[in-house]
Nanobody, 124 residues
Framework: QVQLVESGGGLVQAGGSLRLSCTAS????????MGWFRQAPGKEREFVAAISRSGDSTYDTDSVKGRFTISRDNAKNTVYLQMNSLKPEDTAVYYC?????????????????WGQGTLVTVSS
């Protein structure tokens, strides 16, 4: 069993930055691809970014390109999402998730474990 715990959310003004962390316990995440998703009020959960097991390969959605960066520190069992130039439309609960087999991607149904989420609020 794997437990994922996100942290780092909060209230920030537009143009500001936040770094989210997702720390895993129960099993090392070194062997697993991981991703970040978000869900804004009244909207469906959407893919944000994903990273390979080694961290050599990353992928993110168009709306965050050039602003968000996903990375991982396998020694710390942690995945990060650095968010810069935040916009009010980035306001959402952000979730990290883990894929037990295969590559991480945009399809939420492929992910096997999810964190409880951390709220990011961007004020205008």
């Amino acid at each position: 069993q794997v437990q994922l715990v996100e942290s780092g959310g909060g209230l920030v003004q537009a143009g500001g930055s936040l770094r989210l962390s997702c720390t895993a316990s129960g099993r090392t995440v070194t062997r697993y691809a991981m991703g970040w998703f978000r869900q804004a009020p009244g909207k469906e959960r959407e893919f944000v970014a994903a990273i390979s097991r080694s961290g050599d390969s990353t992928y993110d959605t168009d709306s965050v390109k050039g602003r968000f960066t996903i990375s991982r520190d396998n020694a710390k069992n942690t995945v990060y999402l650095q968010m810069n130039s935040l916009k009010p439309e980035d306001t959402a609960v952000y979730y990290c998730a883990l894929v037990r087999s295969g590559v991480a991607g945009q399809d939420a149904s492929r992910y096997d474990y999810w964190g409880q989420g951390t709220l990011v609020t961007v004020s205008s």
